[in-house]
Every structure is written in structure tokens, then in C-alpha cells.
């Protein structure tokens, strides 16, 4: 006796979530040069030369800012980027993610 799926009445459930977001943020330190700060900004985060630099001195200033809002495994992928480019230079930058 042959059983058809339907039969089994196993549903496919098709749900779409909306993906949770996640800020990535970058601290302050006093040893990684302005300029590079910048730099990062522009080169991981798409910011223009004058967005870069409110951000970088916005952290300056008061000791942490947002790079941007991205969903987990892109938030992931550029907080890597900064360390590994700022480990490079051997600078002690710092960058974390937290969910927005
Ligand atoms: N405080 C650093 C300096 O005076 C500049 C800096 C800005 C470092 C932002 C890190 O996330 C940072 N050279």
C-alpha cells in the first residue's frame, strides 16, 4: 500500500524573518593615528572623506561610535576587516559588534 506525502499531512511552513541587525562600533585608543582611522572608515565602512572623519573624531571625542548597522554575518566580516588591517600596522584599534 503506496503512501502519498500529502498523506503524512507533513506541511512545508515558508516563513520569511526579517534578519536581526547588528551595529559595529569602534573605540577609542590613544595610539592609532587619526589618518588611518579615517581610512578604515572609508575603505570598510563606504564613508565619504567628510563622514570619515565625524566618525573618527566623534570616537576620538567621546570614546565609541557606530561604523554602521549591518545584518550579523556582514557585520562579523567587516569588524574583522578592521582588526586584522589595523593588527597589520600594528595598531591597537579596536572594533566590536552589538546587536542594534
Ligand atoms: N585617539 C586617537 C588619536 O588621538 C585617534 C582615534 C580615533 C583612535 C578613533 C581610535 O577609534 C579611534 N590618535
Do not use: W
Not at 565619504?48 to 550579523?72: D, K
Amino acid at each position: 500500500m503506496g503512501c502519498a506525502k500529502e498523506d503524512l499531512g507533513i506541511q512545508t511552513k515558508i516563513r520569511t524573518k526579517i534578519p536581526s541587525m547588528y551595529k559595529v562600533l569602534l573605540l577609542n585608543d590613544d595610539y592609532t593615528p587619526m589618518d588611518f582611522v579615517v581610512h578604515i572608515l572609508q575603505d570598510v565602512f563606504a564613508k565619504t572623506a567628510q563622514e570619515a572623519t565625524e566618525i573618527m573624531l566623534a570616537v576620538h571625542r567621546s570614546g565609541v561610535g557606530v561604523c554602521g548597522i549591518y545584518t550579523l554575518e556582514v557585520a562579523e566580516t567587516k569588524a574583522a576587516m578592521v582588526i586584522e588591517k589595523a593588527r597589520r600596522r600594528q595598531y591597537p584599534l579596536q572594533c566590536e559588534i552589538e546587536k542594534a
